[in-house]
């Protein structure tokens, strides 16, 4: 079974960057990998997704121009490039996976079914 795991979260000042990893099995197409953040008191939403079987990428309105979703060649590990970074971006962020999943604009935690441990992002000053 495929499993995910994801880190690289912090603490970062307003405008600064950070990257977040979630590293999936090496031998298992994941279909479609999101990105997606809760905030406390505030429901999981999700931020952006990827397509295995083309690579492409999807965001939610929030992050659009901010964040960039990416793979490595061997697809084993997705990246969230996340820039401009606002104090409204803290939350803990998860990765998560749908083998039968081609995901597109509207990025539902509802659509995934695998889910990895989340990792804390805080943006302040």
């Known amino acids: 079974q495929l499993t995910l795991a994801a880190s690289g979260g912090g603490l970062v000042q307003p405008r600064g960057s950070l990257t977040l990893s979630c590293e999936t099995s090496?031998?298992?197409?994941?279909?479609?990998i999101g990105w997606f953040r809760q905030a406390p008191g505030r429901e999981r939403e999700g931020v952006s997704c990827?397509?295995?079987?083309?690579?492409?990428?999807y965001y939610a309105n929030p992050v659009k121009g901010r964040f960039a979703m990416s793979r490595d060649n061997a697809k084993t590990t997705v990246t969230l490039q996340m820039n401009d970074l606002k104090p409204e971006d803290t939350a803990v962020y998860y990765c998560a996976s749908n083998a039968q999943l081609y995901c597109s604009g509207h990025i539902s935690p509802g659509d995934f079914v695998l889910w990895g441990q989340g990792t804390q992002v805080t943006v302040s000053p």
């Open positions: 090496s031998h298992i197409r994941y279909g479609a």
């Open positions: 990827l397509n295995d079987v083309d690579g492409k990428t």
